[in-house]
């Protein structure tokens, strides 16, 4: 199956510092990725939705200018928390669509665990 | 808006038995179900899915079914085994457009 990658898999940061979260899909091109957000023992959240070569598309209540996405090529989505607070701290997930997919199916990538002290 | 309801929220059962979880959509143009598995610090990963138009599909010792009628879909797990123990997403998606929406999760315990 298509794989998908993150980078990197934990990030440990001081408080109002920016973090960046890279996905890349190894073997297949992406032009669209979502990211979302988990918090511990709960579902997925959607946060956003990246089409490459164009803006984002934001969930309500997602705050963009506080989670900027970057889809600036096929094969990479990137996820930059800027001036993260401790409540910023979360598992956040990518997913990528396989193009010319009948059913939009997705593949996630591994995770990103958020820790913002 | 629509929504996936996920039951239940905690299965535990022992080795060897089955493991049932159920899940109910809102939005009746969804006409594909995928069911995922995340295991702990991991993102989830596709373990089967099933299109609208087909009742049943089985691969191996999973198995899902379909009621569109009552919009109900069944994820079934048979001859469990300790490394089954993991969290089950189903989600329910409208092939026309892009969001996925998914259940809230079965922590699914297999007692050695």
């Known amino acids: 199956g298509a794989v998908v990658s993150q980078h990197p898999s934990w990030v440990i940061c001081k408080s109002g510092t920016s973090v960046k979260i890279e996905c890349r899909s190894l073997?297949?091109?992406?032009?669209?990725m979502f990211w979302y957000r988990q918090f511990p023992k709960q579902s997925l959240m959607l946060m956003a939705t990246?089409?490459?070569?164009?803006?984002?598309?934001?969930e309500q209540g997602v705050e963009k200018d506080k989670f900027l996405i970057n889809h600036a090529s096929l094969t990479l989505s990137t996820l930059t928390v800027t001036s993260a607070h401790p409540e910023d701290s979360s598992f956040y997930i990518c997913?990528?669509?396989?193009?010319?997919?009948?059913?939009?199916?997705?593949?996630f990538g591994p995770g990103t665990r958020l820790t913002v002290l | 808006g629509e929504n996936v309801e996920q039951h239940p929220s905690t299965l535990s059962v022992q080795e060897g038995d089955s493991a049932v979880i159920k899940c109910t959509y809102s939005?009746?143009?969804?006409?594909?179900f995928p069911w995922y598995k995340q295991e702990l610090g991991k993102g989830p990963q596709l373990i089967i899915d099933?299109?609208?138009?087909?009742g049943e599909k089985k691969d191996q010792r999973i198995a899902v079914t379909l009621n569109k009628t009552a919009k109900h879909f069944s994820l079934h797990i048979t001859e469990t085994q300790p490394e089954d123990s993991a969290v089950y997403f189903c989600?329910?998606?409208?092939?026309?457009?892009?969001?996925?929406?998914f259940g809230a999760g079965t922590r699914l315990f297999v007692k050695a």
């Open positions: 939005d009746s143009a969804s006409n594909y």
């Open positions: 997913s990528a669509r396989v193009p010319g997919s009948p059913l939009n199916e997705q593949f």
């Open positions: 989600a329910a998606i409208y092939t026309g457009g892009f969001k996925t929406i």
């Open positions: 073997d297949f091109q992406a032009t669209t």
């Open positions: 099933i299109r609208s138009n087909v």
């Open positions: 990246s089409n490459e070569g164009s803006k984002a598309t934001y």
